[in-house]
């Protein structure tokens, strides 16, 4: 069903894609837009246990897109080193396909926003952080990202 990668001397290892995965502060989430127009937004993110998590307000263009199609592809660069004496760049990134789908359960909800927080505020006390997160809880929307399809390249 996914296609395999045509220059395969440059395809990164499960680990190496996960690492990636793991380090990374960003990256592209695509959606089927309006009009089936593509839709890519740069999304904060956390990688666990083979899934994705983001959030996000509980409306908008992004929201709208994943009620009519769970099918996405989210694009991670873990390395971008321009070497213009030999016209080339020096990279190394990820993409991944899978469903998403919005968290509805609390539960789970409240999960992934921790996961989400301890990723980007790892020294934080716990006080603080739920202190946070029941401040922006209302307006708050969690998407989780089943993976399906991991890719990763390198050029050295």
């Given at each position: 069903?996914?296609?395999?990668?045509?220059?395969?001397?440059?395809?990164?290892?499960?680990?190496?894609?996960?690492?990636?995965?793991?380090?990374?502060?960003?990256g592209v989430l695509a959606v089927s837009g309006d009009d089936n127009y593509p839709y890519?937004?740069?999304?904060?993110?956390?990688?666990?246990?083979?899934?994705?998590?983001?959030?996000?307000?509980?409306?908008?263009?992004?929201?709208?897109?994943?009620s009519r199609n769970e099918k996405v592809s989210f694009c991670v660069i873990g390395q971008?080193?321009?070497?213009?004496?030999?016209?080339?760049?020096?990279?190394?990134?990820?993409?991944?396909?899978?469903?998403?789908?919005?968290?509805?359960?609390?539960?789970?909800?409240?999960?992934?926003?921790?996961?989400?927080?301890?990723?980007?505020?790892p020294n934080d006390t716990e006080s603080n952080r739920q202190k946070e997160i029941e401040?922006?809880?209302?307006?708050?929307?969690?998407?989780?990202?089943?993976?399906?399809?991991?890719?990763?390249?390198?050029?050295?």
């Amino acid at each position: 069903m996914f296609r395999q990668m045509r220059r395969k001397k440059q395809a990164l290892s499960r680990e190496e894609c996960e690492e990636i995965l793991q380090q990374g502060t960003s990256g592209v989430l695509a959606v089927s837009g309006d009009d089936n127009y593509p839709y890519a937004v740069p999304m904060s993110y956390v990688f666990c246990e083979n899934k994705i998590y983001f959030h996000c307000a509980k409306s908008g263009h992004k929201l709208d897109a994943v009620s009519r199609n769970e099918k996405v592809s989210f694009c991670v660069i873990g390395q971008d080193h321009i070497v213009p004496e030999q016209y080339t760049t020096h990279y190394k990134s990820v993409i991944v396909f899978g469903k998403i789908r919005i968290l509805e359960d609390d539960t789970e909800k409240r999960t992934a926003i921790e996961k989400l927080a301890i990723k980007y505020a790892p020294n934080d006390t716990e006080s603080n952080r739920q202190k946070e997160i029941e401040k922006d809880w209302k307006p708050l929307c969690m998407l989780e990202m089943a993976i399906d399809h991991m890719s990763g390249k390198k050029r050295k």
